[in-house]
Structures are given as structure tokens and as C-alpha cells.
């Protein structure tokens, strides 16, 4: 079974500091991943994914991520974060090609000040 | 295009009581999902309907939790007994396909059980 992990919990960060988010995923075989956002009290919408292809995806809002197989990672990066990106991040994969469940780290709780 | 429903937006029992969550997922999506998301935690998937049949319940805990999708569309998920453990956000979501290449969430009901 595959497992995700998200090693910081809280990051605080001033506008206008660069962002990155650490995800590690266990699993030997081919996944898919995603980066989900959860603003205050609204729902989780999709950030970006990895299916195959260019390692390196760009999604909504500035947000890009990397995928690093040799690393089982997948972080998430922004050069230049706004007081708006202030939200809770879940990386996320599962097995591509079959009908897997989604499996979620626990969640990166971001704090941008101004 | 229109996004997952659910209802109630809140709910609070006491333990022992039953409830019940309704979600309406996005028109032509044949998967849905029910999951789990305790404060802290990252989602976790409850079941997994493909159409009408279960795809995968392996996380449900079936002794006091049912979930049902009669005809295909919409979907009901019954907690009987709840115990305090079980307050929490419970999350639909919807994809056109199983292998979830790109599910919407709804913005979930949060029970809270005193």
C-alpha cells in the first residue's frame, strides 16, 4: 500500500518569500500525484498533477512541482508567495492506470504574513 | 460547471445517535467517493462507488457506518451509532473515471459528536 509523507506541519513565511513544500511518497510502482489546496473554510480544489511526461508541472496560481523519481518526492514550489496562498497543502498519489484510492499526507498548514 | 453537493454543511449529535450525509456528485461522473478527514489528518477514503457497485469499502467501518448509491447518481452515508471519534469532515467526491485523473470535491459536512 502506498503512503505519503509531509514532513512540515506549519510553515510560516512573509509575502514575497519562495515557497517549498516537502512530499515523499512509499510505493515501488508507477503513481500518479497531485497537489491539493484547502483555503479557509472552502473545499479542497486541485493544485497540479503528475501523470508521465516532463517531470517538472506547473499548476494554477504560480505553483509548480517537481517530480524526483529516484527521491520518491514530489514538492511543491512557488518563487514569490502572496497573504492570499495562506491555506492547509496535501500531496497525494495513487497507483496509476487502476481504479486506487487517492491516499493524502497529513497536510502542510501555510501561513503567509504580511 | 456545477460542483459536488453535500448536506448538511454542519451537523451536531451526541454519541449514539445516528446520522446521515447526502452528496450529489458532479452530472456524468460514474465514481464516487466518500472520505474521511479528521482535524489534523489528511483525508482518508471511506468507499469507493463505481456506479451503483462498491469499488472499494476496505476502510469503512462497517459496524456502525453504511454508505448507498441506489441508482447510480447520488449517494447517502449513514453513521449508526456515533461515537466521538467520528467528528470529523466527511468529503464527497466525484471523477469521470476510476483511476481519479481528475475528481472534484465537495465542500463537506462537518459532524461534530458530543
Known amino acids: 500500500a502506498q503512503s505519503v509523507s509531509q514532513h512540515n506541519h506549519h510553515v510560516i513565511l512573509s509575502e514575497a518569500a519562495s515557497l517549498e513544500l516537502g512530499c515523499n511518497y512509499s510505493?515501488?510502482?508507477?503513481?500518479?500525484l497531485f497537489w491539493y489546496v484547502q483555503y479557509p473554510g472552502q473545499h479542497l480544489q486541485l493544485l497540479l498533477k503528475?501523470?508521465?511526461?516532463?517531470?517538472l508541472v506547473k499548476g494554477i496560481k504560480g505553483f509548480e512541482a517537481e517530480f524526483i523519481k529516484s527521491k520518491f518526492s514530489f514538492n511543491l514550489r512557488k518563487p514569490s508567495v502572496q497573504w492570499s496562498d495562506t491555506a492547509e497543502y496535501f500531496c497525494?498519489?495513487?497507483?496509476?492506470?487502476?481504479?486506487?484510492?487517492?491516499?493524502f499526507g497529513t497536510g502542510t498548514r501555510l501561513q503567509v504574513t504580511l | 460547471e456545477a460542483g459536488v453537493a453535500q448536506s448538511p454543511r454542519y451537523k451536531i449529535i451526541e454519541k449514539r445517535q445516528s446520522v446521515a450525509f447526502w452528496c450529489n456528485p458532479i452530472?456524468?461522473?460514474?465514481?464516487l467517493y466518500w472520505y474521511q478527514q479528521i482535524l489534523g489528518q489528511g483525508p482518508k477514503l471511506l468507499i469507493q462507488?463505481?456506479?451503483?457497485?462498491?469499488?472499494?469499502d476496505s476502510q469503512l467501518p462497517k459496524d456502525r457506518f453504511s454508505a448507498e448509491r441506489l441508482k447510480g447518481v447520488d449517494s447517502t452515508l449513514k453513521i449508526q451509532p456515533a461515537k466521538l471519534e467520528d467528528s470529523a469532515v466527511y468529503l464527497c467526491?466525484?471523477?469521470?473515471?476510476?483511476?481519479?485523473?481528475?475528481?472534484?470535491f465537495g465542500q463537506g459536512t462537518r459532524l461534530t459528536v458530543v
Open positions: 467526491a466525484s471523477s469521470l473515471d476510476p483511476a481519479w485523473t481528475g475528481g472534484i
Open positions: 452530472s456524468g461522473h460514474a465514481t
Open positions: 503528475y501523470f508521465s511526461g516532463d517531470p
Open positions: 462507488f463505481q456506479n451503483n457497485g462498491v469499488v472499494d
Open positions: 497525494a498519489v495513487n497507483t496509476a492506470g487502476t481504479a486506487s484510492k487517492l491516499t
Open positions: 510505493y515501488g510502482g508507477t503513481v500518479n
